[in-house]
């Protein structure tokens, strides 16, 4: 959140410093969302989400890096810990999605 507060005060960091925290929110709030699934459908539904926000949220890091906006060392230090989550996310939901055609 200090990374996006710092980007969204340079003239062009509002748009990447709202989307990578809409995005990366929503990873938390649809994971947890996720255990309390009602079904298995629904289940799926949220990791997917997941997944895709948290590849969102390695996008703006991405572009902030290569756009100069933020510190490079605070999101060189996000940016693998994000990848990571984006592969690990990725592998449940295709496990997950691979389970409910079973």
């Not at 060189?76 to 996310?89: D, H, N, S, T, Y």
């Amino acid at each position: 959140m200090a990374l996006c507060a710092e980007v969204r005060k340079l003239p062009t960091g509002r748009t990447p410093a709202d989307q990578l925290l809409d995005a990366a929110t929503s990873v938390g709030a649809n994971y947890r969302a996720s255990s309390r699934a009602r079904s298995r459908a629904e289940f799926v539904a949220k990791l997917g989400i997941v997944a895709e926000e948290i590849d969102e949220s390695v996008y703006w890091l991405e572009l902030m890096l290569r756009a100069g906006l933020g510190d490079p060392s605070v999101i060189g230090r996000l940016l693998p810990e994000a990848k990571e989550l984006r592969a690990i996310f990725a592998a449940s939901y295709r496990t997950a999605r691979l389970g409910k055609k079973r």
